[in-house]
């Protein structure tokens, strides 16, 4: 493989597939740790990228580069930089033309739209990779044009905690969200046609629903140009949530008065076209699930590890779908579909009953009950590992170093009999230290996970200094695991002898005990201070008890 130094990415133009190139790109970074990495992109794709550790740069695409003359300045601008690679994850000729213009002298990139001839590496779009999910097709124009492998096919969002911090600060503003009922999120638009929206009055019976069986709160998302869908969607749920006032007023404490009908209406919050995307991501970040066609901010909802009530209808799931487990997708089998068209072609050459098909045979109550199987409803207890489930040996390398605190298994088994998860979750720089190794930090995990009847265990094999997301008090590894077991972190706690455990507990909306069997004594920010693993167990459990 070259070793480059200098390498330009161009990137993708729709929000979607720019969140499904950030796993090629973090397998660049991993692969030229070394190199300034520069990322070429539209400017309203841009902030999809911001913040995260494996682009050094961020050079606008923007309009003033269209013309013919703006593609040989942007081209001039380019060389000006001295890259000595450019690696096209666009399709466009364009994208071939602006590299060769600039002497990039390294041109990767598929061999389509009559481009083959600018490229230094122009790989062949194989009918195997066009069948696979997008997020591989990326990763295979690296495997096969530098030989690069993944090092993980899970994009993920850098968001800060100022972003998280504002978004929270508005939902709590918004006093008739009630932070501890479930918030949905819904994304009724589609950037590419109106082929892959499902009806808006289909979308305002399952708001209907969310609002009065599950007392639940949404928020409507959408760009600007979307928020026509959005207001007639909140006309429309608000009117059925005054037809069925009755049964609303059967799952609150609340009269069935025309006041009520204004509260359950007042838990719908309407931010079509009031958010920038860093802002977008941030508060679907805060959503417990998030109902949306296929859409970008469906791949941001899935990148950023919400469990996603994906409707598809023209587009292919296999190939867009949200990645990973814990999400839902709801579709058809109908013959026509998927056409990838942007409008249905039944308008104009079939009858009116095949109209749409894909998406009218979706009912809301298909929706709904998608929307139960996925929400997350669990509760469980997340451990810190070493000060709190054993003793800390520093880095631990061995087992004979690896010591249970006396009486840990009888005490978190009493939280599995109260109907607790029982989950690990330890931060491990010694692996990227060199001081542990991964195989030993997995087996000990194992280990524990066996002895103590745990039902899972996570670790950040990170470096402090990599910015990770999954490092705590990084929420991510939670969010892991909700996705996986289900689980409801406002309803979850955890439990660790560090600052930074009870810091990732606020992080995911959990309650924070600090142990005082390791690393810290007091945390101004603990719900909970206990002497050991029993008393913070003891804790739990009356908490638990003064809510039933």
């Known amino acids: 493989m070259a070793n480059f130094k200098n390498i330009l990415i161009r990137g993708v133009n729709w929000i979607g597939d720019a969140v499904l190139t950030i796993p090629a790109i973090n397998a660049v970074r991993a692969a030229f740790p070394e190199a300034r990495i520069s990322l070429l992109v539209k400017p309203w794709v841009s902030d999809i990228f911001r913040g995260n550790p494996d682009v050094n740069d961020i050079i606008l695409y923007e309009d003033r580069f269209n013309s013919i003359t703006g593609r040989f300045r942007l081209a001039k601008i380019l060389r000006s930089k001295g890259f ?301 590992r070493d000060g709190t489930l054993i003793e800390d040996a520093g880095y631990l390398n061995n087992f004979d170093d690896l010591k249970i605190f006396n009486g840990a298994y009888e005490d978190i088994q009493r939280l599995r009999r109260a109907g607790f998860t029982l989950i690990g979750i330890t931060n491990q720089s010694g692996i990227a230290r060199g001081i542990v190794t991964e195989d030993f930090v997995k087996a000990s995990n194992t280990f524990l996970q066996r002895t103590l009847g745990m039902d899972d265990f996570y670790y950040c094999p990170h470096h402090p200094d990599d910015k990770c997301q999954c490092r705590k008090p990084k929420p991510r590894l939670l969010s892991k695991a909700r996705l996986k077991h289900k689980i409801n972190l406002k309803a979850s706690c955890v439990v660790g002898d560090k600052t930074l455990d009870v810091l990732l507990a606020k992080a995911a909306g959990a309650r924070g005990i600090l142990v005082q069997t390791g690393h810290d004594r007091e945390s101004e920010e603990a719900d909970c201070i206990a002497k050991d693993l029993k008393q913070a167990v003891d804790w739990i459990l009356d908490q638990e008890r003064q809510v039933s």
Not at 127 to 156: F, R
Not at 162 to 169: F, N
Not at 251 to 260: E, F, G, Q, V
Not at 322 to 340: F, I, N, Q
């Open 84 to 384: 000595d690679a450019a690696i096209l994850l666009q399709n466009a000729f364009d994208a071939a033309f602006i590299a060769w213009f600039a002497g990039i002298p390294e041109r990767i990139g598929y061999k389509r739209d009559s481009r083959g001839m600018l490229l230094t590496k122009a790989v062949p779009v194989s009918e195997d990779v066009l069948k696979q999910h997008q997020v591989h097709y990326y990763l295979n124009l690296l495997k096969e044009g530098l030989n690069i492998d993944p090092v993980d096919t899970e994009p993920v969002i850098y968001l800060n905690e100022e972003e998280i911090a504002a978004a929270r600060q508005l939902l709590n503003q918004t006093q008739t969200l009630n932070p501890q009922n479930p918030l949905i999120g819904i994304n009724p638009g589609a950037a590419y046609g109106s082929a892959k929206r499902w009806m808006p009055e289909r979308f305002a019976e399952v708001i209907s629903r969310i609002v009065n069986e599950l007392e639940g709160n949404v928020i409507l998302f959408g760009s600007g140009s979307e928020t026509e869908i959005a207001n007639e969607i909140l006309r429309q749920s608000t009117e059925l949530i005054a037809q069925n006032k009755d049964a609303g007023a059967a799952h609150s404490d609340l009269d069935p008065d025309s006041s009520s009908i204004g509260h359950y209406a007042s838990r719908i919050l309407n931010m079509a076209g009031k958010t920038s995307l860093r802002e977008l991501a941030a508060l679907i970040s805060e959503c417990d699930a998030f109902i949306t066609n296929d859409s970008g901010p469906m791949h941001m909802a899935s990148a950023l590890l919400v469990p996603v009530v994906a409707i598809f209808g023209s587009t292919d799931s296999a190939i867009t779908g949200p990645l990973g487990k814990g999400h839902a997708v709801v579709t058809r089998d109908v013959s026509c579909s998927p056409c990838l068209k942007r409008k249905c072609p039944a308008g104009t050459t079939r009858s009116r009953e095949d109209y749409l098909r894909c998406m009218t045979e979706i009912t809301a109550d298909d929706i709904y009950d998608a929307l139960l199987k996925t929400l997350p409803g669990g509760k469980a207890v997340f451990f810190d």
